[in-house]
């Protein structure tokens, strides 16, 4: 147990925590809770149930972190969270367990969530993701490396899929899956661009710029349906690069359908 708990914290004695973890005070630790090396619960902040948060994590004042799902369907059992390394969890973010005894919400590493997002039952945020002040992932949502979050309320379905890369504006409405490399924004979210300067800034080349852009037109600027977008980019010349074979495999795998775009 740590030897950095502040007295009055209250830290359950089967809670897990590496001899460095830093809980501040009047925070709540509860039974089964397991937290890594380097990882610090501010004052106040609540980690609770079947809990394991990893190395070098922050875990703000209020924040609130493995509470019971709010999903009704919940029948018992000890579904849980689990979190990666170097995660940081402003004010009141909220991240509730999954719903399915054995089954968990998943979150991985160096991501960010500014105060006030929530993150529901079942999701599986990937690594890298930034999601901005008020951000709301509802149930089973799933998201991929290095997408961006908008704040302001933004809020995305149940179930709906956040490509590699993309991102979505703030106070948007997401009810359908944003794909890899898109910028989309709205009430409900369509697709605008391509996300340039987020790409410019992860040191996409040339070729890839072009590849990625020539995705944007031909699903959203040619005014083919999403089978003719397909076969059109199977047969062009970026068929055989990364980001196409990618975006096409999102794509395909899509059970919510793709965001459309703006006229």
């Not at 367990?97 to 929530?118: M, Q, R, S, V």
């Not at 933004?154 to 979505?168: D, E, L, N, P, W």
């Not at 300067?197 to 590849?211: D, I, K, S, Y």
């Amino acid at each position: 147990m740590s030897d950095k708990i502040h007295p009055t914290a209250i830290v359950d004695p089967q809670a897990e925590l590496a001899a460095d973890v830093e809980v501040g005070p009047y925070a709540v630790i509860g039974a089964g809770v397991r937290i890594g090396a380097g990882s610090k619960v501010w004052h106040h902040a609540t980690v609770w149930g079947n809990t394991s948060i990893g190395a070098s994590c922050q875990v703000y004042p209020f924040a609130s972190i493995g509470m019971q799902t709010q999903d009704l369907k919940y029948k018992g059992g000890s579904p849980g969270v689990k979190i990666g390394d170097r995660n940081i969890f402003r004010e009141y973010v909220s991240i509730n367990a999954a719903t399915k005894d054995g089954d968990f919400t998943e979150i991985g590493n160096d991501n960010y969530l500014l105060a006030y997002c929530h993150v529901g039952h079942c999701c599986k945020l990937g690594n890298h993701i930034v999601a901005s002040n008020g951000a709301t992932f509802a149930g089973h949502v799933i998201v991929d490396d290095y997408a961006g979050i908008g704040g302001g309320g933004t809020a995305i379905h149940q179930f709906c899929h956040i490509g590699y890369r993309s991102f979505i504006g703030g106070c948007s409405k997401v009810e359908q899956d944003i794909p890899p490399f898109m910028l989309g924004d709205g009430n409900p979210a369509k697709i605008r661009i391509f996300n340039k300067v987020g790409l410019e800034r992860a040191g996409f080349t040339a070729e890839q710029m072009a590849a990625v852009k020539f995705l944007f037109k031909a699903f959203y600027r040619q005014g083919l349906n999403r089978q003719q977008a397909i076969d059109a980019v199977k047969s062009s010349e970026y068929a055989d690069t990364t980001e196409v074979k990618d975006f096409i495999a999102f794509v395909e795998a899509s059970e919510r359908g793709i965001a459309g775009g703006s006229k």
